[in-house]
Nanobody
């Protein structure tokens, strides 16, 4: 069983920064890809970023590339999402998830089966 808990969300002005954390329990965390997704009100949950088990490979949605950085510390069972130059369109609930089905691509929600409860990020203009 894996439990994921996100934290670090909040209210920030456009142009500001936030760092989200995803703390995990369970033995499989350090051997799996972890993804961040977000869901804005009235919209579908969308892929934001992902990092493979070792941290050697990272992937980003085009909308956040060059602004967000995903990283992980397996010793702490934690994945981070550092967000810079935040825009009002980044406003959403942010979720982390652990990939389990590697037949599916990392940006597919269906590839992930353990999800956190989410943390809210609000960017004011």
């Amino acid at each position: 069983q894996v439990q994921l808990v996100e934290s670090g969300g909040g209210l920030v002005q456009a142009g500001g920064s936030l760092r989200l954390s995803c703390a995990a329990s369970g033995r499989t965390f350090s051997s799996n890809t972890i993804g961040w997704f977000r869901q804005a009100p009235g919209k579908e949950r969308e892929f934001v970023a992902a990092i493979n088990w070792s941290g050697g490979r990272t992937y980003y949605a085009d909308s956040v590339k060059d602004r967000f950085i995903i990283s992980r510390d397996n010793a702490k069972n934690t994945v981070y999402l550092q967000m810079h130059i935040l825009k009002p369109e980044d406003t959403a609930d942010y979720y982390c998830a652990q990939q389990r089905d590697y037949r599916l691509t990392y940006y597919s929600k269906a590839a992930y089966d353990y999800w956190g409860q989410g943390t809210q990020v609000t960017v004011s203009s």
